[in-house]
């Protein structure tokens, strides 16, 4: 039985093969449609969610299964052991997604589980939008190897993500982030990423946009403080500190990158309208392979692929 929790126990095979099924499932939905007959997806979130939730929900429904969305605030998790609260939901379901706020606490869901856990977004990683975005770059370029992406902004658990994973499928990465999400800090994957000399970091951020095939940004402030008045001081001071390294039309000038962000967005701020709306813009084309590429996460897990 495997999990996705990150990539660290997963071969590039698996990730490639993950990649390919979501491009094909996307050109031949249909073949699909009863591939989870009568399968269940507990589906827990302890954070907002539209992309995630949506798309796994979709997913399933697609694929012939069933999604139960379980919001941690109105069910049992909020007052019992995440284990035995687990050990209960995995003799009623065949795989559980959850976004959660420490990874701490999906890893113990994952030891406790007897059926896949999925990682749908913790402080440290996003799977699945690594691989909706690895699809859609592939999809647009037709392969991914050697290809350069520069990621612009905090990094976070996004960011970590597509370190593993353009690593491991032999692309170039380079982060320009001038701030670093402490909880996000995972330093063995940053230092196994150096080893590959794929990854780099730097904050010249004209130069390492002029080469890039790929500029990736995304929110400078969790979405669950961007509204938060207690995180007002700090808020204005990551927008100060962030604004030079905005995806806009002069930062760009030089350059012919594809522009992706993984929503959601906060215009004006990471990226300026112009770009959002750009042709070169993957946005909403990456969020729409998260639903392709969740349900061949689901049909990997399931062992129907
Ligand atoms: N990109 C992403 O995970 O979107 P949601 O936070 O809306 O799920």
């Known amino acids: 039985m495997r999990h996705l929790i990150n990539f660290k126990d997963w071969e590039p095979e698996e990730v490639i ?8 499932i996307k050109k031949e939905p249909s073949k699909y449609r009863d591939a989870l007959l009568a399968k269940s997806l507990a589906m827990i ?13 979709v997913a399933m429904t697609q694929l012939g299964g069933h999604a139960i969305y379980l919001d941690w605030l109105t069910t049992q998790f909020k007052l019992a052991d995440i284990g035995d ?13 959850a976004r959660l706020k420490r990874n701490v606490d999906l890893v113990q869901m994952a030891s406790a589980s007897t059926v896949p856990v999925i990682n749908g ?8 939008q690594a ?3 690895m699809m859609t770059i592939k999809e647009k370029k037709d392969l991914l190897k050697e290809l350069r992406l520069v990621y612009i902004g ?8 597509l370190i593993e994973a353009c690593t491991m499928l032999s692309m170039h990465i380079t982060a320009v ?34 080469d ?31 604004m030079p390294y905005q995806i806009n039309k002069r930062l760009m000038k030089e350059s012919n990158a594809l522009i992706m962000h993984d929503m959601p967005i906060h215009r004006g701020y990471e990226i300026d309208g112009e770009m959002i709306e750009s042709p070169r813009s993957l946005i909403f084309t990456q969020a729409e392979n998260r639903l392709h590429s969740e349900k061949a996460i689901l049909l990997k897990l399931l062992d129907k692929i």
């Open 17 to 24: 093969h993950l990649i390919d099924t979501g491009i094909q």
């Open 45 to 57: 979130f302890q954070k907002t969610s539209t992309r995630t939730r949506v798309s796994f929900e």
């Open 85 to 97: 609260e687990i050990r209960y939901l995995s003799r009623n379901v065949d795989c559980i997604i």
């Open 121 to 128: 977004c913790d402080e440290k990683y996003h799977p699945c």
């Open 131 to 133: 691989i909706a975005d």
């Open 154 to 161: 905090v990094h976070n658990n996004v960011c970590n993500s």
């Open 177 to 210: 982030t001038p701030i670093k999400h402490p909880s996000a800090q995972d330093v063995e994957l940053v230092e196994n990423a150096k080893k590959t000399g794929l990854y780099e970091e730097t904050l010249n951020v004209n130069q390492a946009v002029k």
């Open 212 to 242: 890039a095939d790929i500029v990736y940004t995304d929110t400078w402030i969790d979405m669950e403080l961007f509204l938060d008045p207690r995180f007002e001081k700090e808020k204005k001071q990551r927008i100060s500190l962030m």
